[in-house]
């Protein structure tokens, strides 16, 4: 099951259609049915503030959903998890630095896993 399916058995569970959680959401239903439809990719292609809202008002995590396994691949850990919180709680430039943080630290052997994946 991907993303969007998983959206989607949520709102129904709590709302009776895709129709009238568009509505307490205020968007277009056509631009949540649309997302929906195309699975993990529409829902890539909306704002990330919306999938944010999204969650929020379907009581998900955003963290725990950016993380679901798409095509069966292993969920974060909960170290990963904190991560992508931390990151998701910085402005443009705190993210920005983080990342060249990260970019010097995988080029050096000491903080290199062994099985060489970078």
Same mark, same amino acid.
């Given at each position: 099951?991907?993303?969007?399916?998983?959206?989607?058995?949520?709102?129904?569970?709590?709302?009776?259609?895709?129709?009238?959680?568009?509505?307490?959401?205020?968007? *277009?239903?056509?631009?949540?049915?649309?997302?929906?439809? /195309?699975?993990?990719?529409?829902?890539?292609?909306?704002?990330?503030?919306?999938?944010?809202?999204?969650?929020? /008002?379907?009581?998900?995590? *955003?963290?725990?959903?950016?993380?679901? *396994?798409?095509?069966?691949?292993?969920?974060?850990?909960?170290?990963?998890?904190?991560?992508?919180?931390?990151?998701?709680?910085?402005?443009?430039?705190?993210?920005?630095?983080?990342?060249?943080?990260?970019?010097?630290?995988?080029?050096?052997?000491?903080?290199?896993?062994?099985?060489?994946?970078?």
């Amino acid at each position: 099951m991907d993303r969007a399916q998983m959206l989607k058995r949520q709102i129904l569970e709590q709302y009776r259609s895709v129709r009238q959680f568009a509505i307490t959401m205020d968007m *277009p239903y056509s631009t949540l049915a649309t997302a929906l439809d /195309k699975g993990d990719r529409g829902i890539e292609m909306m704002a990330h503030g919306t999938v944010v809202a999204i969650c929020e /008002k379907l009581d998900i995590d *955003p963290v725990d959903f950016q993380s679901y *396994p798409k095509h069966g691949k292993n969920q974060l850990t909960d170290q990963e998890r904190k991560v992508l919180d931390y990151y998701s709680r910085l402005n443009g430039l705190g993210q920005e630095r983080v990342l060249e943080n990260l970019d010097d630290y995988k080029s050096l052997e000491k903080y290199q896993r062994k099985t060489g994946k970078f």
